[in-house]
């Protein structure tokens, strides 16, 4: 059964819904110069079950981080809101990969008009960028640059969307507005009964992969899942996520700014 299918045959079903917990939090790092948090997060919930998600890390070292990856969030979120709203939806892998290439260049294009607007250049306002399409049967992301997105199916298994891009050196990446950029995103398709999905910025990778293998780590995601499955209340969710983010055993392994969103199909 392809995508459409299972949407025209969804009317004999139960609506389904995604239930989201986002938060964007400051990392001590960043506290201690009075550097604002250079993370941002968006989604949109589209009909027919569709989730639409991207997180994004402003560069510490340009001017305009924050702004960059705000800019890049909503536009690669409202390109495919936009494009979905146009049936049919993508029928196979191609077509997808299609939709998340112009989401990434759009994104891209954006960032560096917004570059010009404000007289600097392009390098001042780079971010990194996670994006995320989930509906109840498949899941399709792309990225630019660190931070991870997972999916988990029915059963509990973590699926690995995306892993971090690395530069020469460990502790450098791509940017969206890095030469390659859009040559080397990652864009990937996974198609099962999907459950819930995490996307997390680059201050928090450390802790959610095996260092070894770069795979979930389970005891990181496990506790997560389960929190946003049980939660009845977005805004009420959001403020916990935001105290775990800022918790000890969270300050004391990363000073990195920290993002983290969250999903469940209910």
Not at 196 to 217: C, H, N, R, V, W
Request: glycine fraction near 6%; aromatic fraction near 6%; charge should be negative.
């Amino acid at each position: 059964m392809n995508v459409n299918d299972f949407f025209r045959q969804k009317n004999t079903v139960e609506e389904v819904s995604w239930r989201v917990a986002a938060a964007s939090v400051r990392g001590r790092g960043h506290e201690k110069v009075g550097q604002l948090c250079q993370d941002a997060h968006f989604w949109e919930k589209l009909p027919e079950g569709i989730l639409v998600a991207a997180v994004a890390d402003g560069a510490g070292s340009a001017n305009l981080g924050k702004v960059g990856a705000i800019v890049a969030a909503q536009t690669a979120v409202k390109t495919v809101r936009d494009r979905l709203a146009i049936p049919p939806l993508p029928n196979n892998d191609s077509e997808w990969r299609v939709l998340l290439n112009e989401a990434l260049t759009v994104a891209r294009t954006t960032v560096e008009a917004e570059a010009v607007a404000c007289q600097l250049s392009a390098r001042e306002l780079a971010t990194t960028l996670i994006l995320v399409v989930a509906t109840p049967s498949l899941v399709v992301a792309a990225q630019v640059g660190d931070g991870v997105a997972v999916a988990s199916d029915q059963q509990g298994n973590l699926i690995s969307l995306t892993t971090p891009q690395f530069g020469e050196y460990i502790n450098e990446t791509t940017f969206l507005v890095s030469p390659q950029a859009l040559d080397t995103a990652q864009i990937t398709l996974w198609q099962g009964k999907t459950a819930k999905i995490a996307l997390l910025s680059d201050g928090l990778q450390m802790l959610a992969l095996e260092l070894d293998q770069g795979k979930p780590y389970a005891p990181f995601f496990s506790p997560l899942f389960h929190f946003v499955a049980q939660i009845q209340d977005e805004t009420a969710a959001k403020d916990q996520l935001v105290s775990f983010l800022r918790s000890p055993r969270i300050a004391e392994r990363t000073d990195d700014d920290l993002t983290l969103l969250l999903a469940t199909l209910s």
